[in-house]
């Protein structure tokens, strides 16, 4: 019976310069991308935080999906860049040399940064929008194109310049659980703060509709995680044909790997799939 680790994706052997690597992109680039793209998502939820400066607002910001997964996300894409930085410049990640719970904790998270955001742009876009007026001023403007269009933005530039494998399809297991305790934390708020984070999820609506609804973003979820192993599976079989092992450092040797007491990455697939 396959462990634990293995089901979650985690080798032998552990390859992480498919996290810190890119076909198009070396690696300084890569990094540099990641570090402007975490500041950016962690800055605008603190500035969120700042404007909606009342007791209230502050209590409702962590009662909602959105923000709990833009929060994910940026804080992903500074561990990332930090990893990346330091593969630039010694050819060996930090994330290599992690106790492998960490390293199963960072490949569960990589899944939910290129699944989340994109689930939450659909739900956004196509059942909440309509209703919330996201255009009703400069500041609401800005505040939900940098939450349910630009974490999309993000989740696909990871997606498409990172070297990743398509996750396992084990890691559909946590995402699923990610969402029911979502929603147990949905019906918490109502009981202690008195609204619903989102409508849909009032049972006064009806138990039919409210079920179709939850029933609804569990298969999207399924298509997003779907849609996304097929991109990566083509993306990394096209590389593969065309003879792309990616920008790796310059202090990245096959030396280097086996004295750390890893297996170099060259020529060789995360085994992720």
């Not at 996300?73 to 930090?82: R, S």
């Not at 403007?141 to 269009?149: C, L």
């Amino acid at each position: 019976m396959p462990s634990l680790y293995r089901l979650l994706g985690l080798g032998p052997p552990f390859d992480a310069t498919r996290f810190t690597t890119s076909y198009l992109l070396p690696p300084v680039v890569l990094a540099s991308c990641r570090l402007l793209i975490g500041l950016y998502a962690i800055v605008t939820n603190v500035s969120k935080l700042i404007i909606d400066n009342t007791p209230h607002s502050r209590e409702q910001h962590w009662s909602y999906f959105t923000n709990i997964t833009y929060w994910s996300l940026g804080f992903y894409f500074l561990f990332a860049a930090y990893h990346t930085f330091v593969y630039n410049a010694k050819g060996v990640a930090p994330l290599q040399t992690w106790y492998r719970p960490l390293q199963a904790a960072h490949l569960v998270l990589w899944t939910t940064v290129v699944i989340f955001p994109l689930l939450v742009t659909a739900v956004y876009w196509g059942i909440l929008a309509p209703t919330d007026s996201p255009f009703r001023s400069v500041y609401s403007g800005w505040s939900n194109i940098s939450t349910h269009a630009l974490n999309s933005f993000f989740s696909l530039f990871e997606l498409i310049f990172s070297r990743c494998s398509s996750p396992p399809w084990f890691h559909l297991v946590p995402i699923i659980l990610f969402l029911a305790g979502y929603l147990g934390v949905a019906y918490i708020t109502y009981a202690t703060q008195g609204f619903y984070t989102y409508a849909f999820l009032n049972p006064e609506n009806g138990a039919k509709k409210l079920a179709i609804y939850i029933v609804g973003i569990l298969v999207g979820v399924c298509v997003v995680f779907c849609v996304v192993w097929a991109f990566l599976w083509i993306k990394n079989w096209i590389a593969g044909k065309c003879g792309n092992k990616g920008w790796l450092s310059g202090r990245h040797s096959e030396e280097q790997q086996a004295e750390m007491g890893f297996e170099s990455a060259k020529g060789r697939e995360m085994s992720m799939a």
